[in-house]
């Protein structure tokens, strides 16, 4: 069943009226997490609410109740759904009040669903997607995980509607992420993926990522790549709560290696689905 909580209770889903004060509905003025459940059990909740707390510290945003109990509401709703393979949605609002662009003294928002994940088609993990390269028109705080999405909604629907599945931002002739997922590269053997500043968000999927490459020795360069250097990696492949670990068979219509998913990417995605899939039997 799905599952909605708004400010301080379960409400009937689809029911919750948001105030057209809502700073969140009219500036954009809020943050959000997304976090997957494997068999009920939240995926690195303990990450995610961490980088909530760093993007409500950057934003001067004071959240409406203190981590330990955001995870409880999270635990709670993941019950009551009883979706074992979920995606928790959660966003901050910084509350309600007359249109103002300075921060009012208010109270701050939660609003949150739990809904069936609904992750990418099968083909996708065994072919690859296709993604196209964009300008990153973003703001300079890609590190804050902001409800203000436009530029990447933006970046989506015109990758779409090109037919293609993801966005590759490009900013000064390097690659930053993609419009809701970090990309990574492999070349010679190596991991590539951009460094962690803030032209893009720290995915806690990254994270995942990157410890199991050291666990599996797979040598590890955090270093900015331009976008040429990508398209002649020999495999590339995206990450994000959603997606997992998603191969990239073209870019732009010119194929990556040899237009399929590589093994180092296989072996990363294999190693993520067994990490999460331990998560079910403990
Ligand atoms: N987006 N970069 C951007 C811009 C993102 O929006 C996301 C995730 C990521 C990957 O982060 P993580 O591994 O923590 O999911 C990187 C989420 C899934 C979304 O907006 O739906």
Redesign the pocket.
């Known amino acids: 069943m799905n599952i909605d909580f708004y400010i301080d209770r379960f409400v009937e889903p689809g029911r919750p009226m948001v105030p057209i004060e809502d700073r969140g509905y009219q500036f954009g003025d809020g943050i ?1 997490e ?1 976090i997957r459940a494997y068999d009920g059990v939240p995926f690195m909740v303990e990450e ?1 609410l961490f ?1 909530l707390e760093r993007s409500a510290a950057a934003i001067h945003l004071q959240l409406p109740f203190p981590r330990e109990r955001i995870s409880e509401i999270i635990d709670e709703a993941l019950t009551r759904s009883g979706i074992p393979n979920a995606i928790v ?1 959660f966003q901050i609002s910084r509350g309600s009040a007359p249109r103002k662009h300075q921060f009012p003294k208010v109270d701050s928002v939660m609003a949150l669903t739990v809904r069936p994940a609904s992750p990418p088609p099968r083909e996708k993990y065994s072919e690859g997607i296709s993604a196209t390269l964009l300008t990153d028109e973003r703001w300079a705080n ?1 590190y804050i ?1 902001s409800i203000n ?1 436009l530029p ?1 909604i933006i970046a989506k629907d015109r990758a779409v509607a090109g037919g293609h599945d993801e966005a590759i931002f490009v900013r000064d002739g390097h690659v930053t ?6 990309v990574f590269a492999v070349k010679g053997g190596a991991l590539h993926t951009p460094p962690v500043t803030h032209w ?8 995942a990522v990157v410890k199991l490459a050291g666990d599996m020795d797979i040598r590890l360069h955090e270093e900015d790549f331009r976008p040429e250097w990508l398209v002649s990696a020999d495999e590339a492949f995206i ?4 997606a997992e670990v998603l191969p990239i068979r073209a870019i732009d219509d010119k194929p990556i290696g040899e237009g399929r998913p590589g093994p180092v990417t296989k072996k990363l995605l294999a190693a993520f689905r067994d990490q999460t899939g331990s998560l079910i039997s403990k």
């Not at 992420?177 to 970090?182: A, K, L, T």
Request: include cysteine; hydrophobic fraction near 20%.
């Open positions: 959000y997304v995610h980088r949605y890609c995980k999405l990447n992420e993609g419009s809701s997922s970090n893009i968000l720290n995915g806690i999927t990254r994270m990450t994000s709560t959603t």
